[in-house]
């Protein structure tokens, strides 16, 4: 297995920060070697998950104090990320492990959970507060395409770092090689729902999950799987932050699906059909909203 060391290119230049991400990526290190090449490594793994849990929830607490000493703007909206991983995401992940006796499968899902929520996490909400990415609200909502188009540009820049040209508006469900792909469905204050189908090619979705660890790409397929579903919902929260609305939505479901399953969906018509090509691969994105029973074609409103 490649040395897993936290990718210093993505510090905040904050040092109490940086030194516990790096800490925490290389806890996660060792964590992936133990259920690789121990076997019975049930009650290691224990141990070694309540110390990386305990270690975050330090982290979380001094980057909120962090927030705070400089009167971050943004910390309130911050804290609730942090606090909904505690509660929600951890709590969930802990039942998985609790019920299969810490077994390699659910250890292994647990990494790829974590590797995916920092991932996406530090690349958006961390790297704001120091500045280093900017979100501003600047869009309206509308159904122009080129609108929703820029905003997952900006948002795979900011996340995966890459380049994402559009190269079809009107995406006709082709076929991609090799993927990894999704469907998430989104509640929304003014009552409707959000669903979005996703799809990245194989080396795309490697690359995003293997970047903070400093592999220039992650080879566990089920690890990549988990941890690119973290990051690509921490996406589509980044890109809600750039319209002006900046609306309120919560997760109601997250399915990861076959290729055959994504096909059949995407038959299902979606009002947005974007595909991109990036260096690594092609990223699909097509999502519609209802309103109660009735289709929209607007991105939030
Ligand atoms: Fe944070
Ligand atoms: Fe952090």
Not at 62 to 76: D, H, L, V
Not at 79 to 88: A, M, T
């Amino acid at each position: 297995m490649d040395k897993i060391m936290w990718n210093e290119k993505f510090n905040i230049g904050v040092d109490v920060v940086d030194t516990a991400h790096a800490g925490i990526f290389r806890m996660v290190g060792k964590l992936m070697e133990l259920v690789e090449y121990q076997p019975d490594c049930q009650e290691a793994c224990k141990e070694s998950i309540k110390f990386l849990e305990d270690y975050t929830m330090i982290h979380f607490s001094q980057e909120e104090a962090y927030m705070r000493s400089i009167e971050y703007k943004g910390y309130g909206k911050h804290k609730k990320h942090h606090d909904d991983f505690r509660d929600i995401t951890l709590v969930s992940q802990k039942e998985h492990l609790e019920l299969s006796d810490y077994s390699p499968v659910a250890v292994r899902r647990f990494v790829g959970v974590l590797i995916g929520w920092l991932t996406g996490h530090i690349m958006t909400e961390d790297q704001a507060i120091t500045g280093n990415i900017e979100t501003r609200q600047i869009y309206d909502e509308t159904p122009d395409t080129t609108v929703i188009s820029n905003a997952v540009n900006q948002a795979m820049g900011d996340i995966f770092h890459l380049k994402a040209e559009l190269i079809s508006p009107v995406y006709n469900g082709g076929s991609i090689r090799k993927g990894y792909y999704y469907r998430l469905c989104y509640h929304m204050e003014d009552g409707g729902e959000m669903q979005l189908l996703l799809a990245m090619e194989e080396q795309l979705a490697r690359r995003g999950v293997g970047m903070m660890l400093g592999l220039a790409s992650m080879q566990k397929p089920e690890l990549v799987k988990d941890a690119a579903l973290q990051i690509l919902k921490q996406f589509f929260h980044h890109m809600g932050k750039m319209f002006k609305s900046d609306a309120n939505y919560k997760i109601c479901k997250e399915e990861i699906l076959s290729r055959h399953e994504f096909r059949e969906d995407f038959m299902t018509r979606y009002s947005t059909n974007l595909l991109y090509e990036t260096r690594l691969g092609y990223f699909i994105f097509c999502s519609r909203k209802r309103m109660e029973g009735k289709e929209s074609l607007s991105y939030t409103g």
